[in-house]
């Protein structure tokens, strides 16, 4: 009897090692949820598609459309040069000069200078006028339209009358000329035009009819 409750005592204590003995060690518990979620996380397996985040302009962060600086419009590219015009200037004072030398030697006779050049139109409105030349017009009344004689004789009186006036009334780098009209009523006029720089080269010693058929332009 002692024998067997020894038995019975031996096995009870080996099974009880053998229960305990199969359970895995504790594992710790997660931390208790908070009232705060957690930030979602996307799996990289995933087919859904978020929507795009919009683009705010601020200062940091100009449009699309606009430039580095931020602003919408910008002004054109701005010349630094200038566009150029053919323009004539009057000459007042070398207008009125040469007038009174003109009408003593023909009282009907008129005359006027003026200067040829160029514009200078800057981008920003402001015009610069480049002087080129400075060109004469003598006007001069005539009974005889074919005395052609006189009309050489009137044409070396005048530009001699021109070469006389001072150098620094004559403006421009380049040699004008002088042009005649001799008119014999509004419809009828002959004219003559005379550029200085052949008349220097070309019409030494002559006069009268020779010097006005050298400068004569055929209508």
């Not at 931390?31 to 930030?39: K, L, V």
């Not at 009974?143 to 006389?164: H, M, R, Y």
């Not at 780098?173 to 009209?181: A, R, T, Y």
């Amino acid at each position: 009897m002692r024998m067997i409750f020894r038995t019975l005592l031996l096995w009870t204590l080996i099974l009880g090692a053998c229960s305990t003995g199969g359970f895995s060690p504790e594992v710790s518990s997660p931390a208790p949820p908070t009232d705060t979620p957690s930030p979602s996380v996307i799996p990289v397996s995933t087919t859904q598609v978020l929507p795009l985040t919009k683009l705010i302009a601020t200062l940091a962060t100009p449009h699309i459309d606009q430039p580095p600086d931020g602003n919408v419009t910008t002004a054109p590219p701005t010349f630094e040069g200038c566009a150029y015009m053919w323009a004539y200037k009057d000459l007042p004072e070398l207008s009125g000069q040469l007038q009174e030398e003109i009408q003593a030697l023909d009282p009907g006779a008129t005359a006027w200078a003026t200067a040829f050049g160029e514009d200078c139109i800057h981008s920003d409105g402001r015009v610069d006028f480049l002087v080129r030349e400075t060109d004469f017009y003598v006007h001069r009344l005539v009974t005889d339209p074919t005395d052609f004689e006189s009309f050489g004789n009137w044409i070396l009186q005048v530009i001699q009358t021109i070469e006389a006036l001072p150098d620094e009334a004559i403006v421009g780098p380049i040699p004008g000329f002088v042009e005649f009209w001799f008119i014999e009523n509004e419809a009828e006029h002959l004219v003559a035009r005379v550029p200085f720089e052949q008349y220097r080269e070309e019409a030494g010693g002559k006069t009268g009819e020779e010097l006005f058929r050298m400068f004569y332009v055929e209508p």
